[in-house]
């Protein structure tokens, strides 16, 4: 069979003939949409990273804050303690004192009260005997100084009107013993007997102190008071005082 070459060739010719272009994307714009989701991404990331360590930092700062609180609150704590012990002390240290100054004034009321005591003490207000006496009214007077004469019982005791010291003793036993006494304080009290004394010059004596004992024969007793230099009627003192 004999073959046609130029039949096949115009055959060949006819032949259509379809191609597949491809054609590759844009370089650039792969790049640009990598480089924009690496951008986004580095946004989220710096975004999250800032707000963790914000709130990291927040939570330091608060911690801060809170240990800073509770190191006040602490020392305020303390400060009130001490405030407390010291408010204590104080009122110990008040009631102390308020307990001195009570014991002062008891003291100060006291000694005013024995110094007040211890000034009546040396008025001479007393009665001077130690039992029952007649008042001689019809001699009110010795040379012209008023004078309480009575009439004592013998045995009967004839003592000091108040607290004192013996100044001086004269006369004798004829003519008649005189007791001086100073009260110191202006007052001098005088007794007048004719018994033996029975103290001496510088005794100290008080209103128990026996100055006479009167005797037989001495049964006159006679009483005066001088006060600042000056006699006094005797019963007018014992009206007042005694």
């Known amino acids: ?12 010719e006819t032949i259509q003939r379809n191609y597949n272009v ?11 949409k990598t480089s924009v ?3 986004i991404f580095v946004l989220v990331f710096a975004a999250a990273l800032f707000l ?15 240990e800073s609180a509770n190191k006040s ?20 240290e008040n009631e102390e004192l308020q307990e001195k100054v009570e014991i002062l004034s008891d003291t100060v009321n006291v000694g005013e009260r024995q110094a007040k005591a211890l000034a009546q003490s040396r008025v001479p207000s007393g009665f001077p005997v130690k039992g029952t006496a ?7 007077e010795l040379d012209g100084q008023p004078i309480a004469n009575f009439v004592v019982s013998p ?8 607290n004192g010291v013996v100044s001086s003793i004269a006369g004798n036993k004829g003519s008649g013993y005189i007791i001086m006494v100073d009260h110191q304080n202006g007052y001098y009290s005088v007794y007048r007997n004719g018994s033996t004394p029975k103290v001496s010059e510088g005794d100290e004596v008080t209103k128990a102190t026996e100055l006479f004992v009167i005797e037989i024969g001495h049964m006159r007793f006679g009483y005066q008071i001088i ?14 005082y005694g």
């Open 22 to 32: 491809l054609f590759p994307e844009n370089t650039h714009a792969a790049e640009r």
């Open 227 to 240: 006060q600042e230099n000056q006699y006094i009627n005797p019963l007018d003192l014992m009206e007042t």
């Open 155 to 162: 045995g009967t005791g004839v003592n000091a009107t108040a």
């Open 1 to 12: 069979m004999e073959v046609n070459l130029d039949n096949i060739a115009q055959k060949d």
């Open 134 to 140: 007649s008042y001689d009214g019809d001699s009110t």
């Open 37 to 39: 989701r690496i951008e």
């Open 73 to 92: 609150i602490s020392e305020l704590n303390a400060q009130l303690q001490d405030m407390k012990a010291e408010n204590r002390q104080i009122v110990l």
């Open 52 to 66: 963790f360590l914000a709130e990291l930092i927040h939570n330091s700062v608060l911690s801060g804050e809170l």
